[in-house]
C-alpha cells in the first residue's frame, strides 16, 4: 500500500473514531508500526491530526474546515476525475477565474497544455500553471490565507470590479438545496462571491461529500451557478433535488 493510500485510510479512521492506536492502524494497514508512525508524524505537520500516546487524535470538528494538506488526500480520484471533466467544458481563449481548493487544482492541472487566460484566486493554481507556454496568468491582488493560500481582503474584491471574464470554476465547502452555495470561511466568501458576479457562467466542481453540507459563509443562491460537476458516487436523492431545484448537475 503506498503512501498516499495510508494517509487517507489513517484520516478516514479518525474521522470514525478518535483517538487511534499505532497497533490498531498497524494491523488495518498491514504494516509495521514504525511506518505508521512516520506517516503519523508526516500528518501532523500537515496539521490533519495529533500524535497522542501510542496513536493520534482529530484536531477538528465535523463541521471545520480540515487542512489544505488532508483535503488534498481526499476523494483524490473523484477529483481528478471532476478537474478534466472541467477543463473540457472550457475553451482555448477563454478568460477564467479558477478557485484554489484541491478539486480546482486538479482543473488546474488538467489545462497545462491549454491556451486561455487564468485568475487563479490561490497561490497553489500559479505554481501550477506558471511555466505553461499557452496560459496567461492574471494575479489579483490581496492578502495570502496562510496555510490555503488563498486570496482574500478588499484588494482582491476590487481586481473583479473592471474586469468580465468568461467562466468562474468555483470550489465552494457546501452545496444544499435550501442554503445554496457556501465556504467556510467569511474572507473568502465575499471574494468567490465578487468572482461569480464578474463571469458570464459559473461552473461549481465539488465531489459528492459536499453536497448537502452547510458551511458557514454564504456565496451564492444555485441559481447562480450554470453547471454542477460532481462524482459518480453522489447521492441519487441529493442530485435529484438540486436538478429540481433548477441546476445543471452532471455526475462524472
Do not use: W
Not at 6 to 27: D, F, N, T
Amino acid at each position: 500500500m503506498d503512501v498516499q493510500l495510508r494517509h487517507q485510510k489513517i484520516m478516514q479512521a479518525l474521522r470514525q473514531r478518535s483517538p487511534v492506536l499505532v497497533v490498531e492502524l498497524a494491523a488495518a494497514l498491514d504494516c509495521s508500526e514504525m511506518t505508521v508512525r512516520r506517516d503519523l508524524e508526516a500528518l501532523e505537520r500537515s496539521g490533519g491530526l495529533r500524535r497522542v500516546h501510542g496513536g493520534a487524535a482529530s484536531v477538528f470538528l465535523s463541521a471545520e474546515e480540515t487542512p489544505y494538506g488532508v483535503r488534498a488526500l481526499e476523494s483524490s480520484d473523484a477529483k481528478r476525475t471532476i478537474g478534466a471533466a472541467a477543463a473540457g467544458l472550457l475553451a482555448d481563449g477563454e478568460t477564467v477565474i479558477l478557485d484554489g481548493g484541491t478539486t480546482a487544482m486538479e482543473v488546474a492541472r488538467s489545462l497545462r497544455s491549454r491556451r486561455m487566460t487564468i485568475m487563479p484566486l490561490a497561490l497553489r493554481p500559479v505554481f501550477e500553471l506558471h511555466e505553461c507556454p499557452g496560459i496567461n496568468l492574471l494575479l489579483p491582488g490581496g492578502e495570502v490565507r496562510p496555510g490555503e493560500l488563498s486570496l482574500t481582503g478588499s484588494l482582491t474584491e476590487a481586481s473583479f470590479s473592471q474586469l468580465r471574464f468568461d467562466t468562474c470554476v468555483m470550489g465552494p465547502c457546501g452545496i444544499d438545496v435550501t442554503a445554496g452555495i457556501t465556504t467556510h470561511l467569511l474572507a473568502e466568501t465575499a471574494v468567490k462571491r465578487a468572482a461569480a458576479r464578474a463571469s458570464q457562467r459559473v461552473i461549481a466542481v465539488a465531489d459528492s461529500t459536499k453536497l448537502g453540507r452547510v458551511a458557514f459563509g454564504h456565496i451564492c443562491d444555485l441559481g447562480d451557478v450554470d453547471i454542477l460537476l460532481t462524482d459518480a458516487g453522489a447521492d441519487l436523492q441529493t442530485v435529484a433535488e438540486l436538478r429540481v431545484a433548477g441546476v445543471d448537475v452532471r455526475c462524472v
